[in-house]
């Protein structure tokens, strides 16, 4: 059964900068993606960013390109969201996914198979 476990949540000030971590295990990731998304109270969870396991090739949406970025260490099976240049819009719980076949646009929830816990991002003005 697979498992992600996030970690790296926490306050900040805004301008400031967080890494989330997210430990993917029982089983295999050579291809497939990974990615994150994110909740804020009261909304729909949003894709934030994902990488291809195999190719490295990172996507992100609109509103955190050039703050955000997400990274993947093969051999440890983990990416990281390094989030810099944070808003209080940014606050929300971030969630890790994988996705095995990715036969979906990645922004689309239903395309990715396994989800973490979850880890919560406060950014105060």
């Known amino acids: 059964q697979v498992q992600l476990v996030e970690s790296g949540g926490g306050l900040v000030q805004a301008g400031g900068s967080l890494r989330l971590s997210c430990a993917a295990s029982g089983g295999t990731f050579s291809r497939g993606a990974m990615g994150w998304f994110r909740q804020a109270p009261g909304k729909e969870r949003e894709f934030v960013a994902a990488i291809s396991w195999n190719t490295g090739s990172t996507y992100y949406t609109g509103s955190v390109k050039g703050r955000f970025i997400i990274s993947r260490d093969n051999a440890k099976n983990t990416v990281y969201l390094q989030m810099n240049s944070l808003k209080p819009e940014d606050t929300a719980d971030y969630y890790c996914?994988?996705?095995?076949?990715?036969?979906?646009?990645?922004?689309?929830?239903?395309?990715?198979?396994?989800w973490g816990q979850g880890t919560q991002v406060t950014v105060s003005s």
């Open positions: 996914a994988v996705c095995r076949t990715c036969s979906g646009a990645y922004y689309n929830r239903n395309t990715w198979d396994y």
